[in-house]
């Protein structure tokens, strides 16, 4: 008997991955787009999985992470070097295309930038690898970034696997590494405009969290009007209507708070994160002052999830 393995997360599967369109039951992903247990697309390749040819390289789609309000993203390979994997991010939308171009302008901005942290939080960032028309069913506008290893959990996946709720020892890092990252961000001139549960990926090993979904980032000086704001994710904004870093650690708060039980002097921090806090540094600091009053000194405390190891 052959036991099928997801590509993603390891889990078993019900049928192989390269014939049919199947849903891992574990961790989410999707090995094709399409209507899940139809046959794969017939544009796909011989061996059943769609290519793409971008920046002089040739990208074999093994999986979909994620579908947003205009975009869809796999995970993919350089097919000469199969063991590098990449986000391939497509445009579904073709109105919004001004987004997929801002999402690639702002993260080559960011890896390019010497704020204070660069050096340190850079590389917790999506790394911009290609840019361009790709051709699948018809032309497509699509970026490929490198891929961050171990950040295969969303926010929203965790929510999911902890209905009630994680400890509150494990909501203290997940918050910390995201407005760290977030006081990067700031320092360097721009604003998210979009943490929201879907868009947070964490490492449940090495404590640590990066942002995804780029494309409504802009430069915050003059607190410009937001670019838009995703449909599945309204409440997070509250009454904000402008790139503002404090916006951003107000999401932030309300994103960790849905799926962690903090209690007393955390409590507090997270309230003034939403109420218009607009250095995510100082409120790190903060943080941890308040963890130490509840928690004690500082832990390790992994997070245990299915498909993960």
């Known amino acids: 008997m052959r036991i099928f393995l997801c590509d993603y997360c390891g889990a078993p599967l019900e049928a192989p991955w390269s014939d049919l369109v199947i849903v891992c039951a574990y961790c989410g992903a999707q090995n094709f787009d399409g209507k899940v247990l139809d046959p794969v697309p017939p544009y796909a390749p011989v061996d059943q999985r769609a290519r793409v040819n971008l920046g002089g390289r040739s990208y074999v789609a093994e999986g979909l992470l994620g579908t947003g309000d205009s975009t869809r993203v796999f995970r993919a390979r350089w097919v000469m070097r199969l063991g590098e994997l990449v986000y391939l991010k497509v445009l579904l939308a073709l109105s919004d295309a001004e987004l997929v171009r801002n999402e690639w302008t702002v993260l080559t901005a960011l890896q390019k930038s010497r704020a204070e942290g660069a050096e340190h939080l850079t590389p917790r960032l999506p790394s911009p690898v290609a840019h361009g028309l790709v051709t699948t069913d018809k032309p497509r506008l699509a970026s490929v970034f490198g891929w961050l290893p171990g950040f295969t959990h969303s926010l929203s996946a965790i929510e999911r696997e902890y209905p009630g709720g994680v400890d509150g020892k494990i909501g203290v890092w997940m918050l910390t590494r995201l407005l760290e990252l977030l006081g990067f961000v700031h320092r360097a001139g721009f604003v998210h405009g979009a943490v ?24 915050h000086a003059g607190g410009p009007p937001l670019l838009g704001m995703p449909r599945d994710w309204l ?24 799926v962690a039980r903090f209690e007393g002097p955390l409590k507090k921090v997270l309230k003034q994160g939403v109420s218009g806090h607009a250095d995510a540094w100082s409120l790190v600091e903060q943080l941890r002052a308040a963890s130490r009053q509840v928690h004690g000194p500082p832990s390790y405390n992994p997070l245990t999830l299915r498909g993960w190891s």
């Open 235 to 258: 409440q997070l904004y509250g009454s904000a209507s402008r790139a503002e870093p404090a916006l951003d650690i107000a999401m932030a708060c309300r994103s960790v708070a849905r």
């Open 196 to 219: 929201t549960p879907d868009h947070v990926l964490v490492h449940p090993r090495d404590h640590g969290a990066t942002l995804v979904g780029w494309t409504l980032a802009q430069a």
